[in-house]
């Protein structure tokens, strides 16, 4: 079937604008994870969702950084002002309800110019 | 101490060879593992769980020492195909943290 889906594949933009970036998870799996992955860094958690439950926002690393779930499907990252340490690949992961085993998107690379 | 720890590599072999290494957590309420795969520029795949037992899949073998917390990949016969990053990932609850990763590299 198919598997996460994310874009834009890549994204350029100016330092101090805003960023929309897109997550649709597999089918059926109602838990969903934002990650960001730093040049040559390990995963960075940055927030969950699952079902209707409150997010879990602790790894979002300010408040520029925002998520929003809408139906239990797909979710957008936000990211206002960005700066250039916001430079990284974003990954997007999903579930199924009460499984740990993750499967990832192929990423969205943004670069802040 | 970090709360996941890679030895980076590269780990640099020849094929046929056999290739192991391990991740170190410090988190001793782990209870489940597990090791990814990440080609250059790709997104992480999962690669296979670890159990208590120690599993078995095909030419990878995993094992869990839950004693000194860590886990270890063992890759026997290695093909070209399996030169990539390899992350080890564990969690106690939904969230998991991730290693930064061992660099292998198959060469002919």
């Known amino acids: 079937g198919a598997g996460v889906s994310q874009s834009p594949s890549n994204k350029v933009t100016e330092k101090g604008k805003d960023v929309e970036l897109r997550c649709d998870p597999i089918?059926?799996?109602?838990?969903l994870y934002w990650y960001r992955q730093s040049l040559g860094q390990g995963l960075e958690f940055l927030i969950y969702f699952q079902g209707n439950s409150a997010p879990d926002k602790s790894g979002l690393p300010s408040d520029r950084f925002s998520a929003e779930r809408t139906g239990g499907s797909v979710s957008t990252l936000t990211i206002q002002r960005t700066q250039q340490e916001d430079s990284a690949v974003y990954l997007c992961a999903s579930s199924l309800a009460h499984r740990v085993e993750q499967y990832f998107g192929p990423g969205t690379r943004l670069t802040v110019t | 101490r970090k709360e996941v720890e890679q030895d980076p590599g590269p780990f640099n072999v020849p094929e046929g060879a056999t290739v192991a290494f391990n991740c170190t957590y410090s988190n001793s309420a782990s209870q489940s593992f597990f090791w990814y795969r990440q080609d250059c520029r790709k997104e992480p795949k999962l690669l296979m769980s670890?159990?208590?037992s120690g599993n078995e899949d095909g030419r990878f073998t995993a094992q869990l020492n839950r004693a000194s917390q860590y886990i270890s990949l063992l890759i026997r016969d290695s093909k070209l195909s399996d030169s990539a990053t390899y992350l080890c990932?564990?969690?106690?609850?939904?969230?998991?943290?991730f290693g930064a990763g061992t660099t292998v590299t198959v060469r002919a």
């Open positions: 670890v159990y208590s």
């Open positions: 089918s059926g799996h109602t838990a």
């Open positions: 990932s564990f969690s106690n609850d939904y969230k998991l943290s």
